[in-house]
């Protein structure tokens, strides 16, 4: 834990407390790590992925993720029948941007994908990706 972290606080507090002085005792228990220096080979990315509902259509995506080596940890699919409108939210282990951009571009050519976006950032450099033809699901 980071000493930020409520949960080390909190214990932190209950030993003070415990100890009747005001201060934690030194424990054993508690080591500095310098967290700064820790990279994770990769990172997660939350998408949002709009389109027409078919039959395949999850079979295609779990494929082009597949083949740009990016492990699905989360998935979520709504169909809207009655739109003929598919909503799907993934995230996805990725190791360099360039390979998520990449899947997302080919993504895009699944035949009925609308629209690519990232869900953790509105921004207009995080703007859906689409292939025009996002007018017609909202």
């Known amino acids: 834990h ?13 030993a003070a407390h415990q100890n009747g002085n005001g201060h934690a005792p030194t424990s054993r228990r508690w080591f500095h790590v310098r967290w700064d220096t820790i990279r994770p080979e990769r990172y997660r990315v939350s ?22 080596e990016l492990n699905i940890v989360s998935l979520g699919a709504l169909s809207i029948s ?11 282990e990725v190791q360099r941007p360039e390979q998520l951009q990449r899947a997302c571009q080919r993504m ?3 035949d009925g994908i609308v629209s690519v976006a990232r869900r953790d950032r509105v921004s ?4 859906p990706i689409t292939n025009g033809y996002a007018s017609h699901l909202d």
């Open 2 to 14: 980071r000493a930020e972290c409520r949960f080390v606080r909190e214990i932190k507090e209950e």
């Open 124 to 127: 207009q450099q995080n703007a």
């Open 47 to 68: 998408l949002l992925l709009t389109g027409r509902d078919r039959a395949g259509l999850m079979l295609d995506i779990a494929d082009v993720l597949a083949r740009h």
């Open 108 to 110: 895009l050519n699944i």
């Open 82 to 92: 009655t739109r003929y409108k598919a909503i799907i939210r993934l995230t996805v």
